[in-house]
């Protein structure tokens, strides 16, 4: 199994109260990769933000002015969803990695989904950075049923292995 480069951290607004498990953040890309098969390290950049943030963010980025819980920034494109849609010569020559994209998550969004949906912070956070990891990886919910169905299988999937109760997704 690669050695992946996951890389989060909490901006600085967040108060300790509100931090979301970075060991959680970790293990959920690193479960969500081994389960896409990606056979190569691989670098992800997740910064966790305020609602305040993220409403700018998605406003710049996609001209919605509102907050959102998680948006990903995929730096590949892919002919088809999952880690064999990749070209395995994207990797860095200097590093080794194959640099997956960013993920920035609303902590404000984390806890108020957790509890509109009735479970925990780390069960909403592990949903979300699995969701954001197969946006990475040219997964999408927004044009075809049949593409939103393959996503919730995979997340259904990942969660299940992450030890979360599958049938939220």
């Known amino acids: 199994?690669?050695?992946?480069?996951?890389?989060?951290?909490?901006?600085?607004?967040?108060?300790?109260?509100?931090r979301l498990s970075i060991p959680l953040i970790k293990r959920c890309v690193s479960v969500s990769l081994l389960l896409e098969a990606a056979d190569m390290p691989c670098e992800v950049n997740i910064l966790i933000t305020d609602d305040d943030a993220i409403r700018d963010i998605?406003?710049?980025?996609?001209?919605?002015?509102?907050?959102?819980?998680?948006i990903s920034f995929p730096m590949h494109e892919f002919e088809t969803p999952g880690w064999e849609g990749l070209d395995?010569?994207?990797?860095?020559?200097?590093?080794?990695?194959?640099?997956?994209?960013?993920?920035?998550?609303?902590a404000h969004r984390v806890a108020a989904q957790a509890i509109e949906y009735e479970h925990s912070r780390d069960h909403e956070t592990a949903y979300?950075?699995?969701?954001?990891?197969?946006?990475?990886?040219?997964?999408?919910?927004?044009?075809?049923?049949?593409?939103?169905?393959?996503?919730?299988?995979?997340?259904?999937?990942?969660?299940?292995?992450?030890?979360?109760?599958?049938?939220?997704?």
Request: aromatic share 6%.
């Open 1 to 18: 199994m690669p050695k992946h480069s996951i890389h989060a951290r909490h901006h600085q607004a967040i108060p300790p109260e509100d």
């Open 58 to 70: 998605n406003n710049r980025y996609r001209n919605i002015d509102e907050p959102t819980d998680v």
């Open 88 to 106: 395995v010569y994207e990797a860095d020559p200097e590093t080794g990695y194959v640099h997956l994209g960013d993920v920035i998550v609303s």
């Open 128 to 169: 979300l950075i699995a969701h954001s990891i197969l946006h990475l990886l040219g997964y999408d919910h927004t044009d075809e049923a049949e593409q939103k169905k393959q996503m919730r299988d995979r997340e259904k999937t990942i969660m299940k292995a992450l030890g979360f109760d599958e049938n939220y997704v």
